[in-house]
């Protein structure tokens, strides 16, 4: 790196922190009880936590379309998050943003020793086999070769959506010997499912029939991995063309939708359907 680029970057990251610090600045005024915003002030870590789940999935839809200034704002509104936990902590006296920087900073050196240390790998799953055994470590666990996999399986059940837990778990699960010798196996359980879901819905309680609806689930997403599809993208991209569908079917339409009978919203829909077909 030249001299220029040197400068240039220290320059850049001087103006990064500068920016960093108005922004907990912001935050810091919008939580004062002199001056302060009423919204702000009544916040609290747990009410926060839907907020921090809907920006994440924001920032990801923005990823997905590619629009830069899309990305860079759901980033900010993520970023927003983490200092207004940060702020909240601080008031209390538990940690401050000082702290969660630096904690991230210290794990990714502990975590990176073929990086920062004199550890040599070969690959990627090397390098990811290192990162789980110092992660073990840390966290005080054994090793991950020595735990059960109850346990391992049981981490993704407190810390992931249900759609990427089961995958987790199915993956995980598969890759110890956990597995249907040939996709035939998995269509007979995720039909064995389908009858008994069916059943509970005539004969048995609410709570047996949500049961039986999850283990439905379940297999279906059995299906999914073994055809290497993802099922968070397909039910996203389900939920995006039905949606398309209705604005066609209001743009046909010459009165609210709610004034159509059932088989005239049917028509309207194969409509819609057909024309985004032709698009």
Not at 188 to 196: I, P, Q, V
Not at 213 to 222: A, R
Request: some cysteine; aromatic content about 8%; proline content about 4%.
């Amino acid at each position: 790196m030249s001299n220029l680029e040197q400068t240039n970057q220290t320059q850049g990251n001087a103006e990064t922190l500068v920016a960093i610090q108005k922004l907990v600045n912001v935050v810091a005024k919008l939580r004062s009880p002199d001056g302060g915003c009423p919204w702000d002030l009544e916040q609290t870590p747990q009410t926060l936590t839907p907020y921090v789940i809907e920006e994440a999935y924001e920032v990801v839809d923005a990823i997905n379309s590619g629009n830069q200034d899309a990305i860079a704002e759901e980033l900010g509104d993520l970023l927003l998050q983490v200092v207004l936990q940060a702020q909240i902590a601080s008031e209390y006296g538990q940690f401050s943003l000082k702290e969660v920087a630096e904690g991230i900073s210290q794990k990714l050196i502990r975590r990176h020793p073929h990086v920062f240390g004199d550890v040599s790998v070969q690959s990627v799953d090397e390098v990811r086999q290192n990162w789980e055994k110092i992660k073990a470590q840390e966290k005080g666990e054994p090793s991950p070769d020595s735990q059960k996999l109850s346990d391992k399986l049981s981490r993704y059940t407190r810390k992931l959506p249900p759609l990427m837990a089961t995958m987790k778990i199915s993956q995980k699960a598969a890759a110890v010997g956990f597995e249907w010798k040939d996709i035939d196996g998995v269509w007979d359980k995720f039909n064995e499912e389908l009858t008994e879901f069916r059943q509970a819905l005539a004969y048995e309680t609410p709570e047996r029939q949500q049961a039986e609806l999850g283990d439905l689930l379940f297999s279906l997403l059995q299906l999914a991995r073994w055809c290497h599809l993802d099922p968070e993208a397909a039910l996203q991209g389900t939920n995006q063309r039905f949606i398309q569908r209705l604005q066609k079917m209001e743009a046909f339409a010459s009165r609210p939708l709610a004034d159509y009978t059932l088989e005239e919203l049917e028509t309207l829909w194969q409509e819609a359907k057909a024309q985004l077909a032709q698009d």
